[in-house]
Every structure is written in structure tokens, then in C-alpha cells.
């Protein structure tokens, strides 16, 4: 009966840190795109690309 209830707690924390990781990227990937589209410099772009690939890379 405790494994049981420790697999479940263990799926919920798993899921929650996925969630968190997602929204963070998320957010992270709307902010490069704002910056991208209104601050149309050349050093934010490839702040942008640098943190894109990183994102994409921490998922995949």
C-alpha cells in the first residue's frame, strides 16, 4: 500500500516539475519572440537563437 501511494506522489511531482519546466519555456519563448519583433537588433537574435536551441535541447 505505501509503494502504491509513493508512485502516485512521485507521478504528481514528476508532472508538476514538467509542467513548471514547460511554462518557464514557454514564457521564455514569447519573450525572445516579442524581442525578436520589437527590438529588431541583431545581438537579440542571436541571444534568441542561442536560447532556443538551449530550450529545444533541454526538452528533446
Not at 509542467?19 to 518557464?24: E, K, N, T, V, W
Not at 519583433?37 to 534568441?48: D, E, G, K, P, Q
Amino acid at each position: 500500500m505505501r509503494s502504491e501511494n509513493k508512485k502516485a506522489s512521485r507521478k504528481i511531482i514528476d508532472f508538476l516539475i514538467y509542467g513548471l519546466i514547460s511554462a518557464i519555456s514557454g514564457w521564455t519563448f514569447i519573450l525572445c519572440l516579442y524581442w525578436l519583433l520589437y527590438l529588431n537588433t541583431w545581438t537579440l537574435r542571436i541571444v534568441y537563437i542561442i536560447i532556443s536551441i538551449l530550450i529545444a535541447g533541454f526538452i528533446i
